[in-house]
Nanobody, 123 residues
Framework: QVQLVESGGGLVQAGASLRLSCAASGRTISSYAMGWFRQAPGKEREFVAAISWSGGTTYYDDAVKGRFTISRDNAKNTMYLQMNSLKPEDTAVYYC????????????????WGKGTLVTVSS
C-alpha cells in the first residue's frame, strides 16, 4: 500500500506562486507514474499534470501548460507541482495520485490517492 499526503496549499493572490508537495509512504514510488488532479467547488475532478516514473515524460492540461511544472524526487519519495501565475480559476482542492499509466497524453488507471490540499486564489 502507498499513502499519499499533499501539502503546500493556501490562500494567495492572483499572480502569486505556490509549490505543492506529495509525500509518499508505505513503499517506494520510484516505479510509479504519478499525477495531480484538482476539483473546484461544484465541479468534477479534473486532470492537471502527470509525470512518468523517471520524470522523463510529463503531461499537462492546456489550462495550466506554461504556468505549472510537475517534478519528482524519487530519492525523497516525493512529487511536486510548482504553480506560477496563479489565477482565481485555479482555486480547487488539489489531489495527488500514483500508479497507472501515461499513454498518448492521457494518465489513467491510478491506484492511490491523497486526501487533497486546498488552493485558493483571490482576485
Amino acid at each position: 500500500q502507498v499513502q499519499l499526503v499533499e501539502s503546500g496549499g493556501g490562500l494567495v493572490q492572483a499572480g502569486a506562486s505556490l509549490r505543492l508537495s506529495c509525500a509518499a509512504s508505505g513503499r517506494t514510488i520510484s516505479s510509479y507514474a504519478m499525477g495531480w488532479f484538482r476539483q473546484a467547488p461544484g465541479k468534477e475532478r479534473e486532470f492537471v499534470a502527470a509525470i512518468s516514473w523517471s520524470g522523463g515524460t510529463t503531461y499537462y492540461d492546456d489550462a495550466v501548460k506554461g504556468r505549472f511544472t510537475i517534478s519528482r524526487d524519487n530519492a525523497k519519495n516525493t512529487m511536486y507541482l510548482q504553480m506560477n501565475s496563479l489565477k482565481p480559476e485555479d482555486t480547487a482542492v488539489y489531489y495527488c495520485a500514483a500508479g497507472g499509466r501515461l499513454l498518448n497524453g492521457d494518465y489513467y488507471g491510478m491506484d492511490y490517492w491523497g486526501k487533497g490540499t486546498l488552493v485558493t486564489v483571490s482576485s
